[in-house]
Nanobody, 127 residues
Framework: QPVESGGGAVQAGGSLRLSCTITGYTYSAYCFGWFRQSPGQEREGLATIDDHGTIIYADSVKGRFTLSRDHAEKNTLHLQMSSLEPDDSAMYYC??????????????????????WGQGTQVTVSS
């Protein structure tokens, strides 16, 4: 089960670093991702990483957000967010593709492919 942390309130142009620890995941193959959801909106995929080290970003965050995997704690992900905008305000989640790699070839940040969501961490960006 993922546990997200690191959210908070920040002014536009600022930065935040989110973390997600995925407990109980013991498989060598993995496809993990970061997502966000605002009230009344569908969950949006932001970035994913797979066991080949491939990282994919959504266009909305490319160049501003960086996903990394913790060197010491392999089941911990980080999302470094910079140049934050008010539109980035949302609840941020990480998720696990439970069927990877059996059902698709690319670990794309498509929310229906993911499960085992955490409780999320709130990010609020003020103008």
């Amino acid at each position: 089960q993922p546990v997200e942390s690191g959210g908070g309130a920040v002014q536009a142009g600022g930065s935040l670093r989110l973390s997600c620890t995925i407990t109980g995941y013991t498989y060598s193959a993995y496809c993990f991702g970061w997502f966000r959801q605002s009230p009344g909106q569908e969950r949006e995929g932001l970035a994913t990483i797979d066991d080949h080290g491939t990282i994919i970003y959504a266009d909305s965050v490319k160049g501003r957000f960086t996903l990394s995997r913790d060197h010491a704690e392999k089941n911990t992900l980080h999302l470094q967010m910079s140049s934050l905008e008010p539109d980035d305000s949302a609840m941020y989640y990480c998720g696990v593709d439970p069927d990877w790699p059996w059902t698709r070839d690319d670990c794309l940040p498509v929310p229906p492919e993911f499960d085992y969501w955490g409780q999320g961490t709130q990010v609020t960006v003020s103008s």
